[in-house]
């Protein structure tokens, strides 16, 4: 098999599946990443109704821990992905117009651009201000804003490629 983390990024999220092993694959991680932040805030919050927390809260606690459990993922050593498709998850199952709003962004940066770090980048931006103008509830807006911080972070190395001019565009050839 191939260790993601030896090609391309070196990242092991959608993107660099996308890029090392080809479209197919790529689409299969992004589901399973996405399905993995909404399972955490539609299903496991479910089990954690009876507490004094809102569930507005218990749900923004499960998008947490899916978000960094899967950047910190203690199976690759605290090495693990952006963020991007989890979050797309968490945030389907907590504010899913802003989300599908964010989608659309990202989908036209992108064949714009051909940069998904690009669309990621200004998907992250678009997040809270989405939230904020739909009126999600407040601890939806909170955790927006923190989310969008995690994944700009984690863009960074991508943010200092694309100023240099060095950032790689999708690709649907065979290299």
Not at 53 to 65: D, P, Q, T
Not at 73 to 96: D, E, M, P, Q, Y
Not at 128 to 148: D, W
Request: aromatic share 10%; glycine share 10%; net charge positive.
């Amino acid at each position: 098999g191939i260790d993601l983390r030896e090609h391309g990024s070196g990242n092991v999220g959608a993107a660099n599946t996308f890029r090392v092993l080809g479209p197919v694959p790529g689409i299969i991680v992004l589901f399973i990443d996405v399905l993995k932040g909404l399972i955490a805030v539609l299903l496991i919050s479910r089990l954690a109704m009876g507490s004094s927390l809102s569930s507005e809260w218990v749900k923004v606690f499960c998008g947490i821990a899916a978000i960094c459990g899967h950047n910190w993922t203690i199976f690759l050593r605290f090495k693990g992905g952006r963020g991007v498709a989890t979050s797309t998850g968490v945030f389907l199952g907590l504010a899913w117009q802003a989300m599908l709003l964010v989608i659309l962004v990202w989908l036209v940066i992108v064949a714009l651009t051909r940069y998904i770090s690009l669309g990621s980048i200004l998907g992250a931006v678009a997040l809270p201000i989405l939230v904020y103008t739909l009126n999600a509830p407040l601890p939806y807006l909170f955790f927006s804003v923190l989310a969008s911080l995690l994944v700009i972070i984690k863009h960074i190395p991508n943010i200092k490629r694309l100023i240099k001019g060095k950032e790689n565009r999708l690709s649907f050839r065979k290299k």
